[in-house]
Nanobody
Framework: VQLQASGGGLVQPGGSLRLSCAASGGVNTMAWYRQAPGKQRELVAS???????GYIDSVKGRFTISRDNAKNTVYLQMNSLKPEDTAVYYC???????????WGQGTQVTVSS
């Protein structure tokens, strides 16, 4: 499975960005992680194939994860962005056999005025 992420960029505080990650084939649970400079990578949001979602507390009410199984694509809509959301965002996916996890290349999100 290969994952191709896109959609990062520079945005002012309070702004919005939408990340996308397309998988090369069918996948099970998909997720977004992020890693800020000097910090460990953390799970931001996840979504199962049927659509059950989970979020870390710091993004609840601001970020929305969704997926299109027909396109093997996961999205992360990020609203009300804060400077502390600045990080490299990575998508992750579990294969349908649930035996492996795969990572996409990171996409930089910078929230700054």
């Amino acid at each position: 499975v290969q994952l191709q992420a896109s959609g990062g960029g520079l945005v002012q505080p309070g702004g919005s960005l939408r990340l996308s990650c397309a998988a090369s084939g069918g996948v099970n649970t998909m997720a977004w992680y992020r890693q800020a400079p000097g910090k460990q990578r953390e799970l931001v949001a996840s979504i199962t194939r049927p659509g059950t979602t989970g979020y870390i507390d710091s993004v609840k009410g601001r970020f929305t994860i969704s997926r299109d199984n027909a396109k093997n694509t996961v999205y992360l809509q990020m609203n009300s962005l804060k400077p502390e959301d600045t990080a490299v965002y990575y998508c992750n996916a579990q294969n349908l056999g649930r035996t492996n996890y795969y990572w996409g290349q990171g996409t930089q999100v910078t929230v700054s005025s």
